[in-house]
């Protein structure tokens, strides 16, 4: 058997911390500077101050989004959170945890025969955490879905 990371106690959330950083922090940082220039330049009328905030506005709340991945798994099962989009899965549902080298987040293929992106685990930044996290994950997936076998599939 492969080496298997300990279990973590339950819940626990998986989600890419240097990535989530970067981007909430350069989402203040552009709405600032851009609302400053608004306020600064004496030329622009009211209008085009506001249109120049709604712009810095629209933009944070892009990188907001990009910031938003997360898995959580609890005893019950994981929750996958995408950019716009969230899941519930029960453990028994996912068959494999998967992040290949190349990769650009941690796949599960699940027992209808689909496969989920889980954005929450991204080797972007911090490669070796997010192996970790993959590992952690899929040793999860296995120690809770021993419990039915039939549930198993492939």
Do not use: H, Y
Request: with cysteine.
């Amino acid at each position: 058997m492969p080496d298997l990371p300990d279990l973590p106690a339950l819940p626990v959330t998986f989600r890419p911390g240097r990535t989530r950083a970067v981007l909430l922090t350069a989402s203040v940082a552009i709405f600032v500077v851009i609302t400053v220039i608004a306020i600064l330049l004496e030329q622009l009328g009211p209008g085009e101050r506001m249109s120049f905030v709604f712009t810095g506005a629209l933009l944070s709340c892009v990188l907001l989004l990009l910031s938003r991945p997360k898995v959580v798994a609890d005893e019950s099962g994981v929750t996958v959170v995408n950019i716009v989009g969230k899941r519930r899965l029960e453990w028994a549902e996912i068959l494999q945890v998967n992040l290949r080298p190349g990769d650009p987040w941690v796949f599960l293929n699940l027992s209808d025969g689909s496969s989920l992106p889980a954005l929450g685990i991204q080797p972007g930044i911090a490669k070796q955490r997010a192996i970790e996290d993959a590992r952690t994950l899929r040793a999860l997936a296995e120690a809770r879905s021993i419990g039915d076998p039939e549930t198993r599939q492939g």
